[in-house]
Structure formats: C-alpha cells, structure tokens
C-alpha cells in the first residue's frame, strides 16, 4: 500500500519544478530518483499545475517491476489519458500483461486504470481482461472487474452485452465473498440507471437471500449495497412478492435498522417504508364492509408491528453530530409524516423543537415538522414553542413562526380563538417585519373563518399606515373592504392611499379597487349616496390606469354594479365570503407515493421527482479509491455536455465536444424577440443554452430611449404557450426593476422543461407581463434541435425493430426536391453520430447493390422516441424516412438529420 503520506512531504511542494531534471531523473534506470520525481509530479498535480507535458516520460514507466512507481504511473495516466488518449493507448499492452501478473494488487490496479480512461480506444483492449477478472480467484480483482463492467457501459453498452459481460456480472451475485456480492450489487444498481437490461433487476430479486446473507457478513457501505439491492424487490406501487415471503425479508432488514452506518440505516427504512406502502398500511383503508375492515386490520397489525421500529431508527438519526445528515432526514420524515405513521413521532414531539445552535436549515424544517405533527391533542404545546420562536434573533425563522401560527389556526380549528390571541399581541411589538407579516397571516385566518374574529378588523385598521409590504397593504385593505359594515369611516381610512394610487403597486391597487367596490355594497340606505359618489370618483380614476390589469377590472365593476347592485352583492359578497383555504406544502398522494419509495435518496430530500433532478445523466468517478479501501463507489455527477453543433438556422456550429464548462450555448447572439417599437420602450432578447440536458431560456430585459417609451418597468412573469414538444418554464420569472439608462441590461435564465401541454405548434409564444404596459405577445428564437434531443445512450437492436416495424409508414421522409445532400460514409461511426444526439442502431450494406443502409434512433427532451432509415449510394444520400408516433416533430429532426450527415464531410 502506498504511503499517502509521502504525497503531502512539504519537501515536494516547496521546492521549485525543474522539468529538465524532473525529466532526467524519469529516464534514469536509478529507481529512487524515478520515485521521487514521480512523486513531485504528481505534488503538483495536486495543486493545479498541467503535468501533461511529461506523459511520454511517466508512461513507459508503467512496465516497472516496482509496485509503487507502478501505482503512481497509473494515478498519472487516469489523470492526464484524455489529454493524449492516442499515447495512453500506447501502453494498453502493458497493462493487458499486468492483468495476468502474479500479484493480485497489480492485476486489480491494471484493470482499474483500463477501465478508468474511458476513452473508445481503450475498449477493445479491456474487454478480454475484464471476462478474465470477473473470474478471477482473487476477490479484490472479482471487485475491481465488477466496477470495470460499470464503466465500459458507460463508454459501450452493446459491448457488454454482446461479449457476456453482464452474464458473468449477474453470477458474481451467488460469489462466497460478500465484498464481491455488495461490488456487484452496487455496479448493477447503476446500470440500471443507464437503462441496462432489465435481467439484472430481475437477477437481484431472485437472489435476495443470498444479498441479505452477504449483508450480514459485510459491514459499512457494502451493507449499504446490498440493503439497496434487497429494495428493488420492493420496487413499485405494488407487491410482487409473495406476502409471507416479503414478511421474511422485511424481518431480516429490520435489524440494520440499528446500523451504525447511516446509509444502512436509510437503506433499511427504505425496504420497510416500501413494504407498508405496498401492503397499503401507509394510508388509510377505504370502508369494504367486512372486506374492508379486515383488511385494515391486517394492515393496522403490519403497521404497528414495524412502525415503531422505523420511526425509533428515523429519531436515532437525529441525534448524529451531523446537521447535513439530520437535515436529509428531516425531509425524510416529512414525507411519513404524511401516512398513518404520524402517531407513532408524536410520541418524540420534543426532538423537532428549535434549538439555539441549530442552522437556520434546520430550524425552518423543524418548524414544518411541528406544524406536520400538530393536531387537537398536540396542539397547544406546539402553538406554545410557535410563541416562543416569535422572539428569536434570526429573522428567517421569525417570519416562518408567524406564518405557521396562522396556519396552525386554520389546521386546527379548536385553536383558532388561541392562535389569534397570539397574532393580536404580536400587532403590538412595533417590530416591522412581524407587523407585516402577522397583517397578512390575520388575512388568511379571516378568509379561513368568515364573520368570526372581527375584532381584529380594527387591530388592523390601526396598523395600515406602518405596513411597508405590498402584500401585507393589500392584506389589510381587503380585510376592511370585506368587514367593511364593521368598520367606522371604512372609505375615510382607505382616502390616504387612494391619494397616492397610481404610485402603489398592482396588487394593492387591485385590493384597493375590490375594497370601494365592498364598501358600496355593502352601505345601507343612510350611506348609499355618500358611498355611490365615492365609488364614481375611483372608478373614473382607476379606468385612466396604464396598467391593463387594474384597468379591465374598473371597467367589469362598473358594468356590474351599473346593471343590477344586487345582483352584484351577490356575487362579489358570496365569492369572497367563499373562499377556500389550502395548506401550503400540499403534495399529491401519486407524488407521495412516489417519494416513500425512493427514501433516503436525493428525490426524497428535495421532494422532486429523480428524472427532474438526474435527467439520467450519470458520470462515472474516475479517480477510484485505493487498493485498501472499502468503499468501491461510483459516484454520479452531471457530464459535462458537448458543445453545440447546429444553430437555429441549421448552420454548421463548433462540433467540438466541450469538457470544460457545464452549460453549452447556442453558439447564436441573443436573438431580438420583442422590439422596443413593440413593447413601448421594453426591448427583450433571447437565446438558448443548456445546463447539463436542462434547457435553458436566456432573457436580457432593457429598456431603450425614444419618444413616448416608458422609463421605468417591472417585469412580473413570463410564460410559454402550448408547443409541440410540451415545453415550458420549470421555475417562476423573478421580478425584474428596470430603469432607462442603466448601464447593462437584466439578465435572467429560466430552467424549462416538459411541463406543458402539446400542441401541433413548433413556434414557442411567449408572453411577458411587464408594468405599466401590460401583457405583449412575441416568438421566441428557434430552439438548436441538438438541444432539443437527449444524449444518445444507444438503443437495443430487438427495441428497435419491434417499433420500427409498429410504425408501418414513415412520417417524413427526404423531398424529392431537394437536392441530395453529399457526404461520407466511411466516418459514420457510433461516437460521430452521438455528437450529434443520433444512436447508430445497426448498418448494412447489401451484397452488390453498391447501398449502405443506416438505421438511426434518436429521442426528445418530450420522450418521442424516433426511429430513421438512411440510404447512402455512395456519397449521396438518396433517402431518408422519419417513423414517430408524433408525426409534427418529424419533419424537424429529419432535416436536423440531414444536416448532420451531411457535416460529417467536414468533421
């Protein structure tokens, strides 16, 4: 084993990098001064500095006889391989005869190196050693092969399967050494993540007695493993087990409830979290009749036969010195505090009270969990630490201990009378923020409970001129307009601000609007002269408004109340009078479900779905753990995407692949979407880049200098109308200020995604909502088609010919019109073709008639899969038929792909 120690020698970093004599010594045959100029290599390369310049004097070193200069060649290749992958694959046949060296630990780090370069060179050469060491009869080798497999499906999925490789890797599943089982388990974990067969998902079910004894060999992460590939037998929303078979498994789990490893722990809490759900004791059972009430029994019995269990090792968790850890559990609980488990955390109430040391994270989790956990029973302690928390420091947890103290009141109604109480005295600290804060909290419990607690209307009469929060104004204003026949003077107290209308913001001038047209309703005979002239006078004021929104509604109130004042009490009154009440937070039961059964992992921490959050995009670590360690992880990160390849016009852009940055840009100036003729003022440009496979809409809002334009504007939100790839905003637009003669535009990048509906429509419309010109229509820049297409990760062959012979007739094909496009053949290779987001499934060139047939496969961003044929005579490409189930995008990709055969000349 290597001495890390010597790596971190203040001698090597201090002194100054002489290449010559780094070099010299190199090519000495004197091994201590190859040793220690390798290790001041590789010094520096730990501090930044490019050592690729020495790769042809490492490299030949790799075939020394000594273990430690050997270690540390192969530490440099993995490093610096991507740099000069034509010399790294130079040494492949040494590191083919090291495979089959004596020593075990050099037969495991070759193998180790060869798989960690991941350059396509390298493929040929590693698959005949990676079916010798999945054999091996050493189990550290067994390990490292297991690993290998992983990586070479990364770089050549068909390889693996057509050499056998994934057949040898199931067998590893029945090994003697437990190690070698949890390497396989979790190499099989990640490749089903790429889309692997789903023969080693069946492979781990059928062998999870086999994990379970392993699990209760191994320790540490290798527990971690095997726990998780107990789980995929609990996969999906229900059982495929049988039910006495399942029990076995859950009570063989239970034990690492109390693991010391606490991705074991979560591990376990995963298997018996999915096990409840699926037997349906997470929820309540629906009324059968006698069906139904035994089977809630049954349910009830397996819930708290190992509810208490579950929630003990959820609360054990939470007493690590971690904060990060006990945050991801928090959010774990959150998701059972959503099921029939709640009751079982009641009982450690006190652990999800604030403390003063606490993150602010945490603290603001806490304060969810508490008003998750409080009912009629709980309530009262709960309202009790709420109090308390209103005279923290932290201003964050402030503002949330407000806002839960409303919420409280409306979750439990026997506490709303207490709970007002508390926001009442709250009015009366003078402090502003919790002023604000409690006026809007006091709305929504009024909205919850109408004609009840009015004495608080006066409260907040009394406070309306220090609110500074446009929110908590137009809190206030509706509370008087809708309590307006409680309320002495209601239109005397809302002159102040009517004075200063048109310099409020929209939605207090919309409350305002709301509240005279209230008033008016509601005044009786002695009031209705008085209160008709007021109401003429706003609406008069309020129909000049520039801000259409504000404008529409004068215009429908005074139609309304001109036409018939009862028929508009009734409306305006009831409605308002109506409206529901919706906890914040609410999550649907799908989702819910979703979630419980990925416990423990990133989707059940941030509560969004995996394929939000992954895009299945996964980037194998290459810098592997030493020979001693235990913890053979692959690690997912995003890959760096390549670099755009066409523009939106359909040139020809930078076909290089990026390895640098994460996002990749259009390689397109801002496009100019809305003028400022258009848009009074407002000029908008777009373009389109990519974060990892996010698409990413690029906005720059100005405002430009002309006669008439506007010289200040807010923009509100932006929205993208219904398209044919179901493409829309995955985040609100912030709120942009612009001022005329700022000296640089605003900047904003939303994140989009498939989240709309289709429509047979390729142009993305887009609407901007900006004060005070109101809503503008316009069309955003056309979308790169590269960026519109997922990373091509190959397709299986039997896939692809069961859909393309489905798809009877293609859905596009070439124009006969159109002059044939020339190009090359011979470089349509698998990697040329992924730059490009096309999978090359198959070629053929039929004997004599001069063809080459190509069949590609691609799919979108919107999951539709497509499926091409090409014919090539020569260097002509003389036809091209598209099959889709939506025929709209056809034409698109067809002439994108025409296009990139076309490129390939040029490449």
Excluded at 55 to 76: E, G
Excluded at 576 to 592: C, D, I, Q, R, Y
Excluded at 815 to 842: E, I, M
Aim: hydrophobic residues 45%; aromatic residues 8%; charged residues 20%.
């Amino acid at each position: 084993m290597l001495g890390i120690g010597q790596f971190s020698s203040s001698t090597l970093f201090s002194r100054a990098f002489d290449s010559t004599i780094v070099r010299e010594d190199l090519l000495s045959q004197n091994e201590p001064r190859q040793l220690t100029a390798l290790r001041q290599v590789l010094a520096f390369m730990t501090i930044g500095r490019d050592m690729s310049g020495h790769f042809s004097d490492v490299a030949p070193l790799c075939s020394s006889t000594n273990l430690t200069i050997k270690r540390l060649v192969y530490l440099y290749l993995m490093h610096n391989s991507h740099t000069q992958p034509q010399k790294a694959v130079l040494q492949a046949g040494a590191f083919v005869k090291d495979t089959i060296n004596n020593s075990p630990l050099i037969r495991g780090a070759a193998l180790r190196t060869m798989s960690s370069l991941l350059i396509p060179p390298m493929v040929d050469f590693v698959t005949a050693p990676l079916q010798r060491c999945l054999e091996d009869s050493d189990p550290y080798v067994r390990r490292i092969a297991a690993f290998g497999t992983l990586k070479l499906f990364y770089v050549a999925p068909n390889v693996c399967e057509e050499t056998g490789l994934l057949e040898k890797l199931k067998k590893q599943l029945q090994d003697d050494n437990a190690c070698v089982v949890a390497s396989a388990v979790a190499a099989i974990l990640e490749l089903r993540q790429r889309n692997a067969p789903i023969a080693l998902e069946e492979a781990l079910v059928g062998n999870v007695s086999r994990l379970l004894e392993a699990a209760s060999e191994a320790t540490g992460w290798y527990q971690h493993y095997l726990i998780e590939g107990v789980a995929m037998a609990f996969k999906g929303n229900s059982l495929v087990l049988d039910l006495g078979k399942a029990k076995e498994i859950v009570d063989d789990v239970v034990p690492f409830l109390a693991s010391f490893n606490v991705a074991t722990v979560m591990s376990a809490i995963k298997v018996v979290t999915s096990f409840l759900l699926q037997t349906s004791a997470l929820f309540a059972f629906p009324d059968l009749g006698e069906d139904g009430r035994n089977a809630e029994e049954h349910t009830s019995h397996l819930r708290d036969r190992y509810g208490p269990r579950l929630v003990g090792a959820c609360i054990s968790l939470l007493y690590g010195p971690c904060f990060e850890v006990r945050y991801a559990v928090f959010r774990n609980i959150r998701l059972l505090l959503k099921t029939s488990l709640n009751s079982f955390f009641k009982h450690h109430l006190s652990i999800f009270f604030v403390k003063y040391d606490d993150p602010i994270y945490i603290k603001l989790e806490k304060s969810e969990l508490l008003l998750e956990l409080a009912d009629t029973e709980v309530g009262e302690i709960v309202l009790a630490e709420f109090a308390t928390y209103v005279t923290d420091a932290d201003e964050e947890l402030v503002r949330k201990a407000v806002r839960s103290i409303g919420f409280l009141a409306a979750k439990v109604e026997p506490l709303a009378e207490q709970c007002v109480e508390k926001l009442l005295g709250l009015m009366d600290t003078g402090i502003s923020h919790v002023v604000q804060d409690t006026a809007v909290v006091v709305q929504t419990v009024l909205r919850r409970y109408p004609n009840h607690f009015g004495r608080v209307v006066n409260k907040l009469c009394e406070v309306l001129d220090e609110l500074k929060s446009p929110e908590a104004k137009a809190a206030v204003v509706w509370v008087i307009g809708d309590y307006a026949e409680r309320v002495e003077n209601a239109g005397d107290i809302l002159e102040m601000s009517l004075e200063t209308f048109h310099t409020q913001p929209e939605i207090v001038q919309l409350a305002l609007l709301t509240a005279v047209v209230k008033i008016y309703l509601h005044s009786d005979a002695g009031q209705l002269e008085c209160n008709t002239n007021f109401l003429q006078r706003v609406l008069l004021m309020v129909t000049h408004s520039p801000l259409p929104d504000v404008r529409d509604r004068a215009f429908m109130y005074w139609r309304l109340v001109s036409s018939d004042r009862e028929a508009a009490k009734k409306l305006v009154l009831t409605l308002a009078k109506g409206t529901s009440f919706v906890m914040e937070n609410t999550m649907e039961k799908h989702w819910l479900q979703s979630f419980l059964l990925e416990v423990g992992s990133l989707a059940s921490v941030l509560h969004r779905p995996p394929h939000l959050i992954y895009d299945n995009e996964i980037l194998l670590n290459e810098n592997d753990e030493d020979e001693e360690d235990a913890k053979d992880n692959v690690r997912e990160q995003f890959i760096p995407p390549a670099a755009s390849v066409e523009g939106a016009a359909g040139t020809t852009g930078d076909n290089t692949v990026g390895v640098g940055p994460c996002i990749r840009d259009s390689g397109e100036a801002m496009h100019e979407a809305l003028s400022a003729d258009e848009g009074s003022g407002l000029e908008v440009r777009m373009g389109w880049s990519q974060f990892g496979n996010k698409l990413l809409l690029n906005c720059r809002f100005s405002l430009v200098p002309g006669e008439g334009y506007i010289r200040h504007s807010v923009i509100r939100a932006l929205q993208i109308n219904r398209n044919m790839y179901a493409l829309g905003l995955a985040q609100e637009c912030p709120v942009v200020e612009l001022e005329l003669g700022q000296k640089e535009p605003d900047m904003v990048q939303l994140m989009t995604n498939t989240n709309n509906e289709k429509s047979p429509v390729r142009d993305l419309l887009v609407a901007v909502n900006a004060d005070p010109i109101g809503t503008r229509y316009f069309l955003a820049p056309p979308i790169p088609p590269v960026m519109l297409l997922l990373p091509a990760a190959g397709m299986d062959t039997d896939f692809f010919v069961q859909q393309f012979r489905q798809l009877s007739t293609p859905s596009w094909t070439m124009p006969t019109t159109l002059t044939p496009p020339q190009t090359d053949p011979t470089r349509y290779t698998s990697n040329a073709l992924r730059l490009h987001g096309l999978n090359l499934v198959y070629t053929d060139k039929p004997h004599g008639s001069g063809f080459v047939l190509l069949f590609l496969s691609a799919e979108t961003i919107a999951a539709q899969k497509l499926f091409m044929e090409v014919t090539i005579q020569g260097n002509t490409v003389v036809y091209l038929g598209v099959r889709c189930n939506d025929a709209q995008v056809s034409p698109v990709f067809g002439a994108y792909t025409l296009r990139a055969l076309s490129s390939a000349e040029t490449q």
